[in-house]
């Protein structure tokens, strides 16, 4: 019997993805990621009617009655599981779990199309495990997310993951300029989530969060105050794995300010600040504390990113006053 892939990389794996639907040997569970939640539940929907159908990747979409219902959402033999509010509730984890114990009532198999699922909560993920390592031969489970690191690693680890390419940068500046926000939010916005709708609610807390880095190290190396450094540290060791990359992205631009390649730095509209931190330090030794910084610990389970970030910060402060350069 043909077996389905263990790992699958990109969108171009679709079609091979089809043929397994039809021929019965789909992945019991698959989580698709990318950085744009329209792209993903799109294909997530497109998938789950290829299975209910049982169709060929030959058969047009859309063309049966089947696939229409499966598109919409209509289907018998098929489960939406959605957020509700900031979670998906463990009560509908219960309800999917139930109904994947059941038979099928006119489809060749059952589907579980579960949307956002870093929005799992602990005991809700748990619950979710037993399915998903034996889902059985009649069910199948669609999980889609935008930030796959947000997941537990054994939900990680039992389902084939498959990577679902986004609009163009271009496309999706455009959709947020649409939306009516400033060529300024666009950017930042891209660069966070892509497309995701949540992107607009997380803006403001990842410009404070930003601010309060680069404040920091300002306080810290211009200002020669460590304690600023250790605090920033403790704050960093708890902060959300999404704002981890922050640090390091700014010591980065430090670095670019520091060599005279301020227009090639990411966060551009710290301009200033970030050049009192270039012109604190050389920028050899923001370069080695940008590289660290990318290198923390992903959670306290892999290791104490409080103290990883305290030991880089304050070895970045013993390192002293650039040397004196020609600018």
Not at 45 to 61: F, Q, T, V
Not at 312 to 320: H, I, R, S, Y
């Amino acid at each position: 019997m043909e077996r389905a892939p263990t790992a699958l990389r990109t969108v171009s794996t679709s079609a091979l993805l089809e043929r397994l639907a039809s021929r019965g040997t789909f992945p019991g569970a698959l989580l698709l990621v990318g950085p744009a939640s329209e792209s993903i539940e799109r294909e997530a929907r497109r998938l789950a009617s290829r299975l209910l159908c049982g169709s060929g990747p030959e058969h047009p979409e859309g063309a049966c009655d089947t696939c229409r219902r499966a598109e919409a959402g209509t289907h018998p033999d098929l489960l939406l599981v959605e957020p509700e509010g900031v979670a998906v509730k463990i009560d509908r984890v219960r309800e999917a779990i139930v109904f994947a114990a059941g038979r099928p009532y006119e489809a060749p198999r059952r589907v579980i199309l579960l949307s956002r699922a870093e929005k799992l909560g602990v005991e809700a993920a748990n619950a979710l495990l037993k399915a998903l390592e034996e889902p059985g031969s009649q069910i199948h489970w669609i999980l889609t997310t935008t930030r796959p690191e947000a997941l537990l690693p054994t939900i990680l680890s039992r389902c084939v993951t498959l990577s679902v390419a986004g609009p163009l940068r271009a496309e999706r500046l455009e959709r947020w300029r649409e939306r009516g926000f400033s060529d300024d939010d666009s950017e930042e916005l891209v660069r966070l989530t892509g497309e995701d709708e949540d992107a607009a609610e997380r803006l403001q807390e990842f410009r404070e969060q930003r601010e309060r880095i680069v404040q920091g190290l300002v306080t810290g190396l211009s200002e020669n105050r460590p304690a600023a450094l250790i605090l920033l540290a403790e704050e960093l060791g708890r902060a959300e794995s999404e704002h981890a990359p922050l640090l390091a992205e700014v010591l980065a631009d430090a670095a670019l300010s520091s060599a005279g390649s301020g227009e090639r730095m990411r966060h551009r509209a710290l301009a200033g600040p970030i050049g009192e931190i270039a012109r604190a330090r050389s920028g050899e030794a923001l370069r080695a504390a940008a590289l660290r910084a990318a290198d923390a610990p992903p959670d306290s389970r892999r290791g104490n990113r409080r103290l990883h970030f305290e030991a880089l910060l304050l070895t970045l402060f013993l390192a002293g006053q650039p040397s004196t350069v020609s600018r």
